[in-house]
């Protein structure tokens, strides 16, 4: 598949008002970010979701969609609060900005559908780990709950700890994040 360069641009500017709408996206944030969230990829493979220029965003804002319509069809009382549910979506991949750098093989792009090499030069963090850690290094904050849905989005289903004591708001992002997953492989 992949996105056009309007696309990317007009998703890229709604996660930038979304993100300042609920005060999330500071300006370090964003510096940091940079030009290089715009065009990042969610995934390096091919037969992997959104692995093209834009899906990275294209990503957060299908979970974030997701994630709303789940929260409203929960009972009220254990709903979550709809600024923290969009904060935890559009900031739970971010630390994939950067881990992924153009692959430069023809034979690796036409052969195993390749399109992305990992940057060997960031230290190996869970993608979780990373987002969260670029949040809090660059002027954003979290509150306990938040941190655990970032931290906990990508961990595998025998983590035991993030399997039986996560929040709503965790199990909200997990299940948003396989859904919208779930969504762009049917579409690719």
């Known amino acids: 598949m992949g996105l056009s360069e309007k696309k990317i641009i007009k998703n890229y500017e709604k996660f930038c008002s979304t993100g300042e ?3 999330f996206l500071t300006d370090e944030l964003k510096l940091f970010l940079g030009a290089d ?3 990042a990829p969610a995934n390096p493979n091919k037969d992997n979701y959104n692995a ?3 899906g990275l965003i294209a990503h957060t804002l ?3 969609k997701y994630a709303i319509s789940l929260n409203e069809i929960l009972p009220e009382s254990i709903r979550v609060d709809v600024q ?3 904060k935890v979506c559009l900031l739970h991949q971010i630390g994939k900005v950067r881990l992924f750098t153009p692959c430069k093989s023809e034979w ?3 052969h195993q559908g390749k399109m992305y090499d990992f940057n060997k030069e960031l230290t190996a963090m869970r993608i979780g780990e990373r987002s969260v850690f670029y949040v809090i290094s660059n002027g ?3 509150t306990e709950t938040e941190f655990q849905a970032i931290i906990n989005f990508d961990k595998p289903n025998d983590d035991k700890m993030s399997k039986w004591y996560s ?3 965790s199990l909200i992002l997990k299940q948003a994040n396989e859904l919208a997953i779930r969504e762009e492989e049917v579409i690719e």
């Open 37 to 39: 969230i715009i065009n």
């Open 140 to 142: 954003g904050s979290l």
């Open 84 to 86: 923290s549910l969009i």
């Open 62 to 64: 299908l979970v974030t």
């Open 52 to 54: 093209f220029d834009g």
């Open 21 to 23: 709408k609920y005060g």
């Open 108 to 110: 690796h792009k036409e």
């Open 167 to 169: 929040s709503t708001l």
